[in-house]
């Protein structure tokens, strides 16, 4: 693997200005019309399903999801995003009216209930289109009032609809050797490539892109500070890259996608402005790759069918998810 310092003396150099440069050139409002609201995911077709359904052989499945508990890896960085904290509303409770119990013969069905609050972007999700704006901008032109106090109105969870595809793992580590990149790490379009060298497939068209980076382990760990501080994760020189291969959602194994501290000085997450607001790419974060990417070495298939449709929250800025790679 390259030098961090040397890697990152790469894209130090880069400014406001480049930024506004890539904001225009990775740009896809109106390319799918301008109601658009699931952009790229626009690229998975009917054509591109059967081909991913055809990956499958034995029929493994390996879920990608971290668990749903209260022990999750939110630290209170983000305000208001909490782990899952559940509740028991029923405990054996019977069926029915209670004055109905007495007119009963034979047993008495009882059940249980609980209730959960939560962030919704606070274990495995995706980040709907309506997670991100600036400059007053949304994807696709949506006024930024279309986000309220209540909810989005437009971009939210509840328009992502199917995510089914072909998921193609990249494993940045493995194809540089090493077990974990280093917190900081900025990714370059040529990590990506030879990932895919390792992995020996090419991203193209409605591909979802699972970028493993190793991160995982420290929350596997319990190093939950290690895991939200400074993360590996896509530069802004991977922008073009995504949007050039059409690809069609892409997910890491950290809490900020995007590598951080990020690249330019007073320029928070420019990888979530470009990709969510210019380019209408879902970003995923949390997944658990680390299983996968062992199978994936194991028998040599880094292309699968992967399931990863959201919970449908209408107006959510983002919804939890249970991936599943088939294969």
Same mark, same amino acid.
């Given at each position: 693997?390259?030098?961090?310092?040397?890697?990152?003396?790469?894209?130090?150099?880069?400014?406001?200005?480049? #930024?506004?440069?890539? &904001?225009?050139?990775?740009?896809?409002?109106?390319?799918?019309?301008?109601? /658009?609201?699931?952009?790229?995911?626009?690229?998975?077709?009917?054509?591109?399903?059967?081909?991913?359904?055809?990956?499958?052989?034995?029929?493994?499945?390996?879920?990608? +999801?971290?668990?749903?508990?209260?022990?999750?890896?939110?630290?209170?960085?983000?305000?208001? !995003?909490?782990?899952?904290?559940?509740?028991?509303?029923?405990?054996?409770?019977?069926?029915?009216? =209670?004055?109905?119990?007495?007119?009963?013969?034979?047993?008495?069905?009882?059940?249980?209930?609980?209730?959960?609050?939560?962030?919704?972007?606070?274990?495995?999700?995706?980040? +709907?289109?309506?997670? @991100?704006?600036?400059?007053?901008?949304?994807?696709?032109?949506?006024?930024?009032?279309?986000?309220?106090?209540?909810?989005?109105?437009?971009?939210?969870?509840?328009?992502?609809? =199917?995510?089914?595809?072909?998921?193609?793992?990249?494993?940045?580590?493995?194809?540089?050797?090493?077990?974990?990149?280093?917190?900081?790490?900025?990714?370059?379009?040529?990590?990506?490539?030879?990932?895919?060298?390792?992995?020996?497939?090419?991203?193209?068209?409605?591909?979802?892109?699972?970028? !493993?980076?190793?991160?995982?382990?420290?929350?596997?760990?319990? /190093?939950?500070?290690?895991?939200?501080?400074?993360?590996?994760?896509?530069?802004?020189?991977?922008?073009?890259?995504?949007?050039?291969?059409?690809?069609?959602? @892409?997910?890491?194994?950290?809490?900020?996608?995007? @590598? #951080?501290?990020?690249?330019?000085?007073?320029?928070?997450?420019?990888?979530?402005?470009?990709?969510?607001?210019?380019?209408?790419?879902?970003?995923?974060?949390?997944?658990?790759?680390? &299983?996968?990417? +062992?199978?994936?070495?194991?028998?040599?298939?880094?292309?699968?069918?992967?399931?990863?449709? =959201?919970?449908? #929250?209408?107006?959510?800025?983002?919804?939890?998810? @249970?991936?599943?790679?088939?294969?």
């Amino acid at each position: 693997m390259p030098d961090l310092h040397t890697a990152r003396l790469t894209v130090t150099g880069l400014t406001t200005a480049d #930024f506004a440069e890539f &904001a225009r050139a990775v740009n896809n409002w109106g390319r799918w019309g301008a109601d /658009d609201q699931r952009g790229t995911l626009n690229f998975i077709t009917e054509e591109s399903v059967r081909a991913a359904a055809a990956l499958v052989r034995d029929g493994k499945r390996l879920p990608l +999801a971290i668990p749903l508990s209260a022990d999750g890896p939110q630290l209170g960085f983000v305000p208001g !995003r909490t782990n899952p904290e559940r509740t028991m509303i029923a405990v054996h409770e019977p069926m029915g009216p =209670p004055g109905d119990q007495a007119d009963r013969v034979g047993p008495v069905v009882r059940f249980n209930d609980d209730a959960v609050t939560m962030g919704l972007q606070a274990a495995t999700h995706w980040d +709907a289109l309506a997670h @991100v704006s600036y400059d007053d901008r949304m994807y696709n032109g949506v006024p930024p009032d279309a986000v309220d106090a209540i909810g989005a109105s437009r971009l939210g969870a509840g328009t992502i609809g =199917p995510v089914v595809g072909r998921g193609v793992l990249l494993d940045l580590p493995a194809a540089a050797g090493v077990e974990r990149l280093d917190g900081g790490y900025p990714l370059t379009p040529a990590d990506l490539e030879r990932a895919e060298q390792h992995a020996g497939v090419r991203v193209g068209s409605g591909d979802i892109v699972l970028l !493993r980076t190793g991160q995982m382990q420290l929350l596997h760990a319990g /190093d939950k500070v290690g895991y939200c501080i400074s993360t590996a994760g896509p530069s802004l020189q991977t922008v073009r890259w995504f949007h050039d291969r059409e690809v069609a959602a @892409v997910a890491t194994d950290n809490l900020s996608f995007e @590598v #951080f501290p990020g690249e330019v000085d007073g320029l928070l997450l420019p990888v979530h402005m470009l990709h969510i607001v210019e380019m209408g790419l879902l970003q995923g974060q949390n997944f658990d790759l680390e &299983a996968l990417a +062992a199978d994936c070495a194991d028998d040599g298939r880094y292309a699968f069918l992967l399931s990863a449709t =959201p919970e449908p #929250f209408v107006g959510g800025a983002g919804a939890p998810v @249970v991936p599943v790679a088939i294969k």
